[in-house]
Each structure stands twice: as C-alpha cells, then as structure tokens.
C-alpha cells in the first residue's frame, strides 16, 4: 500500500519561507514521477511542480507565473522524501499543499493522472 504522508506546513509571515516534506513508502518510486500541488478554499486543486525519479527533471506550472523562482522542488530517492522549499511567501500561497505519486515516470499538471495522494499540510501565509 502505498502512502505519502506530508509535514511542514504552519503559519508564516508575509516574506518567510518553508520546506514541505512527503514522506513516500509502500513501493520503491524509481519509475514513478512525484508532484506538488496546492487547492485554496473556494479553488480547484492546482499543479504547482513535478518531477522524475529516473532523471530528476522538473517541471513548474506555466499557469502560476510567480512560483518559479520562488518554489524548488527536490527528492532523495535513497530515502524516498520528496520536498518543496518555498520562498517569499505571499497570502496567496495559502492552500493546503498535496504530495502526489504517479505509476509513470513522465510528469502531469493534470491531478486526474496522479495515482496517490497524501492528506495535504496547510500552508497560511499571515501576518
């Protein structure tokens, strides 16, 4: 069975930063891809970045223009840990932010092509 188990999330100030981690087991992942994505009240669930295990390529939203640059995306395969540091946090980062697993080693936006979720860790950016 496999799970993916967030933590990292918490209160922040306009301007901080945080590393979210996903804590994968259940499998080996070495063929899968792994993504981040974030769902705001009221929003749809949205794809943030991915990446590949075999090559450690990454992908970043075209649709969110001020993540990249801001957000990083990066895995220990060794270890199976999946981690999203975020920098200049703004209000509009708050969401709850989800690790994803795909069975296929190229990477999707689409949340409908991701095969395992984890529950999500809340990120508030506040003052």
């Known amino acids: 069975q496999v799970q993916l188990v967030e933590s990292g999330g918490g209160l922040v100030q306009p301007g901080g930063s945080l590393t979210l981690s996903c804590a994968a087991s259940g499998r080996t992942f070495g063929s899968y891809s792994m993504g981040w994505f974030r769902q705001a009240p009221g929003k749809e669930r949205e794809f943030l970045v991915s990446i590949r295990w075999t090559t450690s390529n990454t992908y970043y939203t075209d649709s969110v223009d001020s993540v990249k640059g801001r957000f990083t995306i990066f895995g220990d395969n060794a270890k199976n840990m999946l981690y999203l540091q975020m920098n200049s946090l703004n209000s509009e980062d708050t969401a709850v932010y989800y690790c994803?697993?795909?069975?296929?080693?190229?990477?999707?936006?689409?949340?409908?092509?991701?095969?395992?979720w984890g529950q999500g860790t809340q990120v508030t950016v506040s003052s």
């Open positions: 994803a697993a795909r069975r296929n080693s190229y990477s999707s936006r689409h949340p409908v092509d991701y095969d395992y």
